[in-house]
């Protein structure tokens, strides 16, 4: 069994060294000071990995003045150009930076010609020590794939392996394979059957692990936390991304907590723990609100996505901000964490599920007030999935689980989609969560 490491500028990841943290601006590539001034933040809050997007040509001149801009303030952290759809701006850019993140099914809708496209890109990124991330999510598999083994996780992990087999029958090996999704059963599922694949190959490559549009706040923290650790306790994972539709810097606390938690540098407030009739009860005395809800998820989530369990509550107490010690059960806050974990762990749901890309230098759109609007005036609807999308990029096709979209045109403009069809476009955002609404609850009232 051979385990590869990648080496991504000055960082090396895979075979058992210390998780990567990473996040990823959500600036215009064009704003090459702001960029600049956010990737200095997200140094100085410890990311190890900053990825930016590249949408086309136009800006790879953009990634190279933003390199040198970081180079003279001698920041050297590994930046990421994130690809979509074209292999040429993969190609130009690959000079250009660390890492050259791609879903080479993107590339053409001829799988023969992506393919021819995905070997050039080989050459220049051997040529250059430029390292590649093959990044597959759930709902942008293509196609071929779907037609093949249908929308699953055993559909993810057969592309990824194709696409590995062209890496290394061109005998590429700095590489690092993604299989992302909002749904963490399914994202947990893929990891470990490309896991399983690798092993049975005797290669494996390093993992980057992320639930894909998370959400925000406590949400998003809850349902990261229950898909990486599933499988960072079980030894699958090299670097991680949090995905938060907040600002990047956010996204890092709880990236280091996981990275921390995995490597043995600091352990649960957990204090007990007592199963009966796949019932969990646990006791915590945590030093924080954050820290009981980033262990809670973490301690919980895995046996709920295997089904070792079926329900948990949470008592004990954590400390507020001014150092009191607060009852979890008295203060409503166990009740509330097992509702969160359950839904995260897609057991129970007692609130609408929402899927919201973090954002990036492709959205066109408040993405983060418009996604608090979108929650708040869909709060009341139960059994349902809504995302909330940056751009029309990747908007709709990574919102596969979704019944309802919210999808960026630019401009000021929105796209709503019913499942994967538009049903509405050209939607000014001043009024486009009113009308979302409006169409949720027409159909409900035709079900009654």
Known sequence: MEKIIAKIGSIKIGSGLP??????CNTHTFDVNGTIEQCKRLYEAGSELIRITVPGLSDVNNIRLIKEGLKALNINTPIVADIH???ETAIAVAPY???VRINPGNFNRNHEQ???????????????GTAIRIGLNHGSLGERITNLYGNTPDAMAHAAMEWIGLC????FYNLVVSLKASNTIVMVEAYRLLTKAMQEKGLIFPLHVGVTEAGNGDSGRIKSCVGISSLLSDGIGDTIRVSLTEEPENELPVARYLADRYRGKLNSSMTSIHIENKKATVIYNAPSRERLLLDSACDLGKSLLDKELDNIEIKGTYKDKNGSEISIEQSGIGAYLSDEILQASRRKFYKPEYIACPGCGRTMYNLQSAFEEVKEKTSQFKNIVIA??????????????????YVGEGNHKVTIYRK???VLRHIPDTEAVNRLVELIEKERETEI
């Open 19 to 24: 998780i990567a943290i990473q996040t990823m």
């Open 85 to 87: 759809f074209s292999s």
């Open 97 to 99: 930076v660390e890492k």
């Open 114 to 128: 992506a393919r021819l496209q995905l070997a050039k890109l080989l050459d220049i990124c051997k040529q250059t």
């Open 168 to 171: 290394t029958e061109n005998n």
């Open 388 to 405: 909330v999308m940056g751009c029309i990029v990747n908007g709709p096709g990574e919102m596969a689980d979704a019944d309802w979209g």
């Open 420 to 422: 994967k069809t538009p």
